[in-house]
């Protein structure tokens, strides 16, 4: 496949998963971005920058390097584009990241406290708690490094970057997006739990079982 047709059809799947952001709850306006690795290249696909929803489609999606250049395009990326390209440079294995400022997920943000694995989902998609990543401007890589090194040793595919909101990685873009839906989804569920008194934790050696189960077992087989 050539490069043309590998980008262009990776400018559709992510202009079709940004749909996702708002369909779940997870943006507001313009906020929120989808990126996804071009596979064997050193670029990347994402949102334009102050692009409402409505207005995406994939030929609106612009190309960059892994530093962040514009290389195809006629719009500014994203703010947030030199923290992907940071994620994808020293995190090989990521082929997808996400960025959203959902409501509970970002509010235990704003209280810099990670999420504890008191769920089975939780346990299941995410290894143990939703980490909490350190405070960080906007504009240049360094929200990139405080993924980066919060989540390189950590199961977790999601992290609460503290003051502002979440970022989620994945072996592609589709599953970045799941863990930024299901984030959210404990996050709630875990808020209300807390009204109620004191969630209780999954054991250690619980949380191992249920992941491994969830991330070998759970689910079809690839068609061959």
Request: hydrophobic fraction near 40%; charged fraction near 20%; aromatic fraction near 6%.
């Amino acid at each position: 496949m050539s490069l043309d047709v590998l980008i262009k059809e990776i400018r559709q799947q992510v202009a079709d998963l940004h749909a996702e952001l708002p369909r779940n709850d997870l943006v507001v306006w313009t906020a929120g971005n989808v990126s996804a690795r071009v596979p064997g290249h050193d670029l990347l696909v994402i949102k334009p920058s102050g692009v409402s929803y409505d207005e995406i489609t994939a030929d609106a999606m612009v190309v960059t390097d892994l530093h962040g250049n514009l290389v195809d395009g006629d719009r500014k990326p994203s703010s947030d584009t030199a923290a992907h390209a940071y994620v994808y440079r020293h995190l090989p294995h990521v082929d997808g990241v996400v960025h959203t400022h959902s409501t509970y997920a970002t509010a235990w943000s704003a209280r810099g406290e990670a999420i504890p694995c008191v769920l089975t989902m939780i346990a299941d998609e995410f290894g143990g708690e939703i980490p909490v990543g350190p405070f960080a401007l906007i504009g240049d890589d360094s929200i990139g490094h405080g993924i980066v090194e919060t989540l390189r040793d950590h199961r977790s595919p999601a992290v609460l970057m503290r003051n502002h909101g979440v970022f989620t990685i994945g072996r592609s873009a589709r599953d970045a997006v799941k863990a930024a839906v299901m984030c959210e989804d404990v996050a709630r569920t875990v808020h209300i739990a807390r009204q109620l008194g004191d969630p209780v934790p999954i054991a250690p050696a619980d949380i191992d079982s249920l992941y491994a189960r969830y991330q070998n077992v759970y689910g079809q087989e690839p068609a061959a």
